[in-house]
């Protein structure tokens, strides 16, 4: 199984730009499909992004679809997301998990790293 370490969360202005990375250790990364969640004060973890254990094939959440992209670097075990536009609703602890399969559900996902905050200031 994998243990994940989220980083590169910080205050950023609206408008602007972050790249999250998830580092992966244990065995086999390239064996799951990664996922990137978010979850604001008082609101339920939400999706954000999907990638397949290649990276051939991404799924991204319509409130971030053209400002985020997700990839991953299965050399690194290491898998990114980068935001740009970034909007005040953007804010929120972001997680990223290890599943199964390429789906926005968070219960296919088994194993999450422990957050890393994303603050945008209007």
């Known amino acids: 199984q994998v243990q994940l370490v989220e980083s590169g969360g910080e205050l950023v202005q609206a408008g602007g730009s972050l790249r999250l990375s998830c580092a992966a250790s244990?065995?086999?990364?390239?064996?799951?499909?990664m996922g990137w969640f978010r979850q604001a004060p008082g609101k339920e973890r939400e999706f954000v992004a999907a990638?397949?254990?290649?990276?051939?094939?991404?799924l991204d959440a319509d409130s971030v679809k053209g400002r985020f992209t997700i990839t991953r670097d299965n050399a690194k075990n290491t898998v990114y997301l980068q935001m740009n536009s970034l909007k005040p609703e953007d804010m929120g602890v972001y997680y990223c998990?290890?599943?199964?399969?390429?789906?926005?559900?968070?219960?296919?996902?088994?194993?999450w790293g422990q957050g890393t905050q994303v603050t945008v200031s209007s």
């Open positions: 990638i397949s254990r290649s990276g051939g094939n991404t």
């Open positions: 244990g065995r086999a990364f390239s064996m799951y499909v």
């Open positions: 998990a290890a599943g199964s399969y390429l789906l926005a559900e968070p219960r296919h996902y088994g194993v």
